[in-house]
Nanobody, 120 residues
Framework: QVQLQESGPGLVKPAQTLSLTCTVS??????????WNWIRQPPGKGLEWMGA???????YYSPTLQSRTSISRDTSRNQFTLQLSSVTPEDTAVYYCARGWGVRGTEDYWGQGTQVTVSS
């Protein structure tokens, strides 16, 4: 079975960089045609797609977050990462990683999510 697990600090101070790692098991992130996504859900709000990285290391970002977002991958560890810089309390959310099929809305496997709170 394919499993994804988010990890990283649960508390980040304003203006710092949020860094999360998604560890994938049961499936290689080097497999062709798949994308690896980060999605978040602020309290009381819907899911917000943040960005993705492909097998060719192409990256795609939400226009509202592109200037602050960086996604990368470590194929030796079967992991991909999220960095969100200059965070504010509005970035408080549950952060999910998910496997996709090359376009948004096609995610089939998700991590359980990890709560990240931005607070001083």
């Amino acid at each position: 079975q394919v499993q994804l697990q988010e990890s990283g600090p649960g508390l980040v101070k304003p203006a710092q960089t949020l860094s999360l790692t998604c560890t994938v098991s049961g499936f290689s992130i080097t497999t062709s045609t798949y994308t690896w996504n980060w999605i978040r859900q602020p309290p009381g709000k819907g899911l917000e797609w943040m960005g993705a990285i492909t097998n060719a290391d192409n990256t795609y970002y939400s226009p509202t977050l592109q200037s602050r977002t960086s996604i990368s991958r470590d194929t030796s560890r079967n992991q991909f990462t999220l960095q969100l810089s200059s965070v504010t309390p509005e970035d408080t959310a549950v952060y999910y990683c998910a496997r996709g099929w090359g376009v948004r809305g096609t995610e089939d496997y998700w991590g359980q999510g990890t709560q990240v709170t931005v607070s001083s």
